[in-house]
């Protein structure tokens, strides 16, 4: 079992920045990923970012490319998203997933329990 804890949400203007961070306890990640989804009401979660927990090859969803970027600090067993140039669009609640195997996508994993971002316009 792998628990997830989050932490850094919260309300921004568009165009501000907000990071947000996941704490891993439990099994080791060390051949794994830990990702970050998001969820609006009436929609289905999406994939916004991954990290491969072991190289730190990151993969990103093509509507924030080039403004989130995901990083990993391994002896705290934390991934943190950075999101710059925030968007009304990017508003949703943010979930952490971590998964024991490198696709983050399957769906085998475990999930965090959601934190909301808010962005004005």
């Known amino acids: 079992q792998v628990q997830l804890q989050e932490s850094g949400g919260g309300s921004v203007q568009a165009g501000e920045s907000l990071s947000l961070s996941c704490v891993a306890s439990?099994?080791?990640?060390?051949?794994?990923?830990m990702g970050w989804f998001r969820q609006v009401p009436g929609k289905d979660r999406e994939f916004v970012a991954a990290i491969n927990w072991s190289s730190g090859s990151t993969t990103y969803a093509n509507s924030v490319k080039g403004r989130f970027t995901f990083s990993r600090d391994i002896a705290k067993n934390t991934g943190n998203l950075r999101m710059n140039s925030l968007k009304p669009e990017d508003a949703a609640i943010y979930y952490c997933k971590a998964s024991l195997t490198a696709d983050i996508t399957s769906m085998f994993g475990f999930w965090g329990q959601g934190i909301p971002v808010t962005v004005s316009s």
């Open positions: 439990g099994r080791s990640l060390s051949s794994g990923a």
